[in-house]
């Protein structure tokens, strides 16, 4: 198993700023995803986090956006840039083991832009 | 992505009474996995099914995979209000490993 740590947990900012996320893992992990899931939906890939490299995304989301750092294998970031009402969502990280295939979760990071 | 469609989109029921959402694909998928993502939480692992027509067990909950691999059900038998929360299916294929979540079904368990 896998142990995820996410902050901020939630946070209303104003339209135009940015907010960096943060996941931490409690051990290495090869595979971390960031999604998104608003409000009432399904989970939506943004991107893999590549350790040591550029983070590859998903159709619909580009680097501009939401950067991506992965300086280790247990720690993460995700900016949202340049924030608008639409960008109110949940910011989940996940890490993906390798034997079972199954997707760890952190808490989540509950946006609000005004 | 692969795509999975996933029915209902919400269920209600009666405490007591039985409860199933179903999960198809077009394309024959590597696996199909279960998660539960109870209100406000977020979404934990259930189960893994490899094998076509692959039945597996976790008391009150049935999973199945369908002979083809291309769709899969969750079966909750009895349901308590502790089964309330939104049940997702995610399924990966061809030489993808990064499963794809179904729209999922919220199930609300009236007392």
């Known amino acids: 198993s896998a142990v995820i740590s996410q902050k901020p947990s939630r946070d209303i900012c104003q339209r135009g700023t940015s907010l960096t996320i943060q996941c931490q893992v409690d051990?290495?992990?090869?595979?971390m995803f960031w999604y998104r899931q608003q409000p009432g939906q399904s989970l939506t890939l943004i991107a893999t986090a590549n350790q040591g490299s550029e983070a590859t995304y998903e159709s619909g989301f580009v680097i501009d956006k939401f950067p991506i750092s992965r300086p280790n294998l247990t720690f993460s970031t995700l900016t949202v840039s340049n924030m608008s009402p639409e960008d109110s969502s949940i910011y989940l990280c996940?890490?993906?083991?390798?034997?079972?295939?199954?997707?760890?979760f952190g808490e989540g990071s509950r946006l609000t832009v005004l | 992505g692969q795509q999975v469609m996933q029915i209902p989109q919400y269920q209600h029921v009666q405490e007591g009474e039985d409860f199933t959402t179903y999960c198809n694909s077009s394309?024959?998928?590597?696996?199909i996995q279960w998660y539960k993502q109870r209100p406000g939480g977020h979404p934990v692992f259930l189960i893994q099914l490899v094998k076509s027509g692959e039945v597996k067990k976790q008391k009150r909950l049935t999973f199945q995979f369908g002979e083809a691999k291309k769709n899969s059900s969750l079966h909750i038998t009895a349901t308590q209000t502790t089964d309330v929360g939104t049940y997702f299916c995610a399924a990966a294929s061809g030489g993808s490993y990064i499963p794809t979540f179904g729209r999922g079904t919220s199930l609300i368990v009236h007392p």
């Open positions: 051990s290495q992990v090869t595979m």
């Open positions: 394309t024959t998928l590597s696996n």
């Open positions: 996940s890490v993906l083991t390798a034997n079972t295939g199954e997707l760890f």
